[in-house]
């Protein structure tokens, strides 16, 4: 008798794959639990957001971190809930924050 990987999970023997469900709602929560993840916003603009994949990330703190390791200093930054709000004056400086966190949030 010859045997199929393919089928060995599947007593029958008939070639259907269990079935498999994806979630279409695209909710960052859902899809990745137990991680967790923080929406960013500067001057209530959404930037992006900011996951905490292993302990000690630093969370909140982390992007306060990063923006003062780019010279942005003296901003005033809240963390309510699973959101970090950037406050800044619009302008030339915002948009030089915005662009900043964008690179660093996809690159984490």
């Known amino acids: 008798m010859w045997w199929n990987s393919w089928n060995s999970w599947n007593p029958n023997g008939n070639g259907a794959f269990p079935p498999v469900f994806f979630n279409g709602n695209g909710d960052r ?13 500067v001057n209530d603009d959404y930037v992006g957001d900011k996951e905490c994949i292993a302990q000690g990330d630093g ?5 306060e971190d990063y923006l003062k390791s780019r010279g ?3 901003l005033n930054i809240q963390t309510e809930g699973n959101r970090i709000r950037v406050q800044t004056d619009p302008g030339d400086l915002a948009e030089d924050i915005k662009r900043h966190l964008s690179v660093y949030l996809n690159i984490r």
Do not use: A, L, P, W
Request: net charge negative; proline share 0%.
């Open 72 to 74: 942005f200093d003296g």
């Open 29 to 41: 929560d859902r899809v990745k639990e137990g991680n967790e993840y923080y929406r960013v916003y």
């Open 59 to 63: 969370g909140s703190s982390s992007v």
